[in-house]
């Protein structure tokens, strides 16, 4: 049993489930955890809470959950030490890679891995240990398209601008859902009342979705767009914008290039020539760019609708053309630049991010571009699948569930399963790890320090905070960081790499740990110490002292300051953009080809109770109605013959998956939704509640060749799919049957 590492029964901390970094207040007693409220003094989000933060206590306690390593034997799981499976990974790591070149590993990061700063500090290390070029992660499913562009816009992958939201008076939403989400790209604790409040100052919210979503519930105005098309309605309202009313940079004019060239490519993209493909009316985008030119302030926001998508990265590029050219960039109210107390961006290059890197290599079968050092996931399967020189034979992954995260779900699952060796650095044994031979579970959150480097930076309001952590881990357990340190120093010394300089890294870096370099990052800050004890100024010890947090203030302008391009301005039309528009053209334009009689398009969702594929073993979230439905608009309905609650076969190009029906005119017609994250049925998953919502995986249908060509991004957004009622389908299978036997 662990005993609780602060003697006080309230413990003060941070959520770190999504990305909005609420504080929470967790009451303990003997040792166990009693409740778990908002904290109403956490200066950011001031008593908000969502129902998952329960989960924390239910995750800790989870009888599903591995307290050690286990391996896998023809007899089932069985539990070895730390030391041994330490060192067989590294071994077996070593001599794969000996034999078949260091790209015959592969590595895997997902999401959590963002919510814990041990892990995002350590895992460079390790990544540069493991040597390979084969790396992946949640970035090619989720947010590539937004680095790509501030990449090759602002100069660095995550100089991600941040919609004002509690400023501005014009708020315009495309492909996300914050009040299922709770906000993404945005962490904004309590987004439901920062919504309502653009509305209380006489401003509006407009929501542009295929699906009338919660968030466009509560907005102004909603706007059905069909999937995948966001990019031409992006450009018409940017050429109503550029032709009407005329660009306003105020002073980015100074600081900007390439605007010529962007009137140059608008001209032709006009509303009406949209509007047949975006089933977006061509007076209400005129009206749409009118209104955003005469607000006071106003801000565009997109998030993974227009991420995942053929066109993902041209959505971002456009979408920061537009806040640019409105006048609404790094100024109050619209787009602006946080600057954080551990600044990833700008801080000292020890502790920064790196700024990203573009197409310097490629994948090996397809030659898809790297972004940062990583190739797209999409990709993953096909690396491990087909032969040749640099095929992936062994696999290592963290934090990550791509059998059910990432598309094509059913040839990844084929392909791990032929691996030579797998490791997964995993609390459970779920769809990707039950493939693995050696599985190593972390520590859980409460039994870690934390702090946000990544979501501060991503926050609509400038605030720090430290958590230490609630629980003591017991001597039998590790960090994520211990995992990659413990990783990256056997595969070193195996490889003969010095060995007294390598000892020393070692326990520096194992006597620092990711508090020891959050100190360093805190007081080399913008709101640092600075190494001089006397001044005032933040490190971890006055973090501390301050158990709520600390704010710091509205997002402020930062140009041209802030800049990381190389000639310090902004790019307007970067080289790899511009020529990507000519696509656009090409399918939408010059063919005009309208969307076909009858066809459907497959989009995700997400709920609120959810999140991705990992909290569906909580019983207290995943209790009440089935939420792995198909949504089918009632027109669809009607003419394929499904009516409510019954199933329906849903096919794509790579798969078919049955699930039940929800007739509602929440979607469009022309369009369906399942939820992602589901499909917990495959044998050998050991989530036992899970096991029972089981649900199917929409990634059994969305497709690894489709992309956004620019990045690699996967394109879930409008997957082309046949849907039929499962109960006509086995009368016909039956009725075949009959035919061909009698
Ligand atoms: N409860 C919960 N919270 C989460 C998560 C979770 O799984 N559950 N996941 C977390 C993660 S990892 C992330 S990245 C964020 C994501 O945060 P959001 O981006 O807010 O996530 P979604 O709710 O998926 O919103 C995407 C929206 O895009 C719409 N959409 C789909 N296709 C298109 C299209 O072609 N065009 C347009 N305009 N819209 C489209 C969908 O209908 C959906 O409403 O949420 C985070 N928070
Ligand atoms: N069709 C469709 N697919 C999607 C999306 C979509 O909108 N539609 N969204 C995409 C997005 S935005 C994302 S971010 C990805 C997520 O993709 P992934 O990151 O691959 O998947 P998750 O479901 O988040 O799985 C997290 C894994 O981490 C483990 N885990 C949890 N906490 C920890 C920890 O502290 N340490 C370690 N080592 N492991 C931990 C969990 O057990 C689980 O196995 O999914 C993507 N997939
Ligand atoms: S909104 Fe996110 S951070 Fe806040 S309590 Fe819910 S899961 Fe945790
Ligand atoms: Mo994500």
């Known amino acids: 049993m662990s005993k609780p590492a602060v003697p006080s029964e309230l413990h003060f901390r941070t959520c770190n489930l999504c990305e909005a970094m609420c504080g929470i207040q967790i009451e303990t007693s003997q040792g166990r955890i009693t409740s778990i409220r908002g904290d109403e003094e956490d200066p950011f989000s001031k008593g908000h809470i969502c129902p998952k933060a329960v989960a924390l206590q239910d995750l ?16 089932g799981w069985e539990p070895i030490s730390w030391e041994e499976a330490l060192d067989e990974t590294a071994r077996r790591f070593h001599a794969i890679q000996r034999e078949h070149g260091k790209d015959a590993l592969g590595v895997y990061v997902g999401n959590p891995t963002v919510h814990d700063h041990g892990a995002m500090m350590f895992l460079p290390f390790l990544l540069r240990a493991l040597r390979t070029r084969n790396k992946f992660s949640a970035s090619s499913v989720d947010q590539l398209p937004h680095q790509l562009a501030a990449f090759l816009m602002f100069g660095h992958q995550f100089l991600i601008p941040i919609p004002d939201i509690d400023h501005t008076r014009y708020m315009l939403i495309l492909g996300a859902n914050p009040l299922a989400s709770n906000g993404s790209l945005m962490s904004a604790p309590g987004v439901r009342d920062r919504l309502k409040a653009i509305q209380k100052r006489g401003g509006r919210v407009v929501v542009v979705d295929p699906r009338k979503t919660e968030t466009a519930g509560i907005a102004d105005e909603h706007l059905f767009i069909r999937p995948g098309t966001d990019a031409l309605w992006l450009f018409s309202l940017l050429h109503v914008l550029l032709e009407e009313a005329g660009p306003k940079l105020g002073r980015l004019a100074e600081l900007s290039d390439g605007l010529a060239s962007i009137r140059e490519l608008a001209r032709d993209f006009t509303p009406e020539r949209a509007a047949p493909h975006t089933g977006v009316p061509a007076d209400t985008t005129r009206r749409i760019a009118r209104e955003l030119s005469a607000s006071e302030s106003a801000v565009c926001y997109g998030r993974v609708g227009v991420s995942t998508q ?32 551990f600044d990833v961006v700008g801080g000292p290059r020890a502790m920064s991010m790196n700024r990203g890197g573009f197409a310097r290599f490629r994948s090996r079968v397809r030659a898809l571009p790297e972004f940062a050092g990583e190739l797209p996931v999409s990709a993953l399967g096909e690396e491990i699948l087909t032969d040749g020189p640099g095929r992936i034979r062994a696999m290592l992954t963290s934090a990550g569930n791509p059998v059910v995260s990432t598309p094509n779900g ?6 791990l399963a ?30 870690r320090s934390h702090y946000d480097i990544a979501f501060h930076a991503l926050a609509v309001r400038n605030t720090t905070k430290y958590s230490p952590p609630l629980f003591t881990p017991g001597p039998d357990s590790r960090h994520d960081w211990e995992i990659f340190l413990e990783l990256k120093h056997r595969l070193e010394t195996l490889r003969g790499a010095p060995r ?17 370099i959050l100190d360093l990052g805190l007081r080399a800050g913008p709101y640092g110490m600075k190494l001089r004890p006397l001044r005032k100024g933040l490190s971890l010890a006055s973090l501390k002292a301050k158990p709520h947090g600390v704010d710091l203030g509205p997002l402020k302008p930062s140009l041209p300051g802030r800049l990381a391009t190389k000639d310090r301005r902004i790019h307007l ?10 696509r656009l053209r090409r399918t939408f334009l010059e063919a005009e080809r309208a969307p076909e009689e009858g066809e459907l398009l497959l989009i995700g969702r997400r709920h609120l109770r959810d999140n991705n594929s990992w909290l569906h073993n909580v019983p207290r ?3 009440g109605k089935p939420r792995c439905t198909l949504m089918v608009h009632p027109e669809d309905a009607r003419r394929l013959g499904l009516s409510e609650g019954e199933e329906a076969v849903i096919t794509s190009r790579v798969g078919e998956v049955q699930a039940p029906v929800n007739v509602t005119e929440e979607v469009m017609p022309g369009v369906v939704s399942l939820p992602h994250g589901y499909g917990h049925g495959r044998e050998g998953v050991r989530l036992r509640v899970a096991g029972e919502h089981a649900g199917v995986s929409i990634n059994d249908l969305t497709d690894d060749r489709a992309l956004d060509a620019i990045s690699g991004n996967a394109a879930f957004s409008g997957v082309q799919v046949r849907v039929r009622p499962a109960a006509r389908a086995a009368r016909t299978d039956e009725q075949l049957e009959q035919s061909a036997t009698g």
């Open 418 to 447: 032929s691996l030579d060796f797998m490791v997964c650095i995993d609390p459970y044994i779920n769809e990707t790890t039950r493939h693995a031979h050696l599985i190593l579970p972390p520590t859980t959150h409460l039994e």
């Open 310 to 341: 053929a066109f993902g990265a041209m959505c971002q590029w456009l979408i920061n053309l537009i806040n640019i050219v409105t006048g609404n960039f790094d100024r109050q109210g619209g787009a602006l630049f946080t600057r954080p107390a």
């Open 573 to 582: 039309a970067p080289d790899v953009l511009v020529a990507d528009v000519h």
């Open 621 to 623: 979230l995943i209790k």
């Open 60 to 75: 800790h306690e989870d009888p599903d959950r591995l307290r050690h390593p286990v391996r896998r034997t023809a007899t």
């Open 500 to 516: 007294v300089r390598g000892e020393l890294t070692y326990r520096a870096l194992k006597a620092l740990g990711p508090d020891g």
């Open 410 to 415: 059913r040839q990844l699952d084929k392909a």
